[in-house]
């Protein structure tokens, strides 16, 4: 069942979003090469629950992390550990919180160091294609025009979109229905309503779309080893269209995109560059 929530429900969300817009933030500045995935598990949980809130991944269905970190080929679910990060390598760090009974969840993909010209044009053409998808969201619209969008732009960009993996409602529950495919035909399926709200999660493969799980049975992997970005944002929709929550107060408004997802064309000319995507 898909539950709609009230104006003051989605208050309660927006809350939710913004303490882990904040964190997420702070997470990107302390991505280095030397950095171990669970000293920024560990700094993740001390600001989570130094705002308030509780992480909401840690412990669910068994999970190891308050977060979660991805490196390169790794798409999701990758579990914090001693690995140390490396220069060129690409992050993913997914999060979540939980603040008074109310879930948001968000992700980006960080540059860990210079990574060259292909890894940089992975991570514009996700992150745009995320920007592609919550443009499409507004009452009446149908669910399955957010993953055309997104699956038109990350073609044209020369990538693939993985199917195994989808986004999610949420609410007084981490993953709650619908599913939210990031591909397939516009004008299909659920009609969207004011007070869903939806995790947005494209992830994007360098080469094949197909993945396998790893051993440890929560980390995701590109079936050909290449490489993965993902981004995400919770958006509400809203009687005049949409509200992404997981955004810093100063930049939230309704029917607002960031500029950095508010992309014509992925990629970039550079040989190299060192900033983190996000």
Known sequence: MITCKSPREVDQMRRSGRLT????????????????????????????????GVPAFLGYQGFAGSIC????????????????????QLLKIDIGARVDGWFSDMATTVAVGKVGNRARRLMDATRCALGQGIRQVRPGAHLSDIGHAVQSYVEAQGFSVVRALVGHGIGRRLHEEPPVPNYGRPGLGTVLRPGMVLAIEPMVNEGTWRVRTLDDRWTVVTADGKLSAHFEHTVAVTAEGFEILTLPEAEARPNWVPDDLRCEKGGTDDATTTAAAG
């Open 21 to 52: 817009a904040r964190v997420l933030e702070k997470l990107t500045g302390a991505v280095a090469p030397g950095v171990t995935t669970r000293e920024i598990d560990a700094y993740a949980e001390e600001l989570i629950r130094a705002e308030g």
């Open 69 to 88: 970190t991805s490196v390169d080929d790794e798409i999701v679910h990758g579990i914090p550990g001693t690995r140390r990060l490396r220069e060129g």
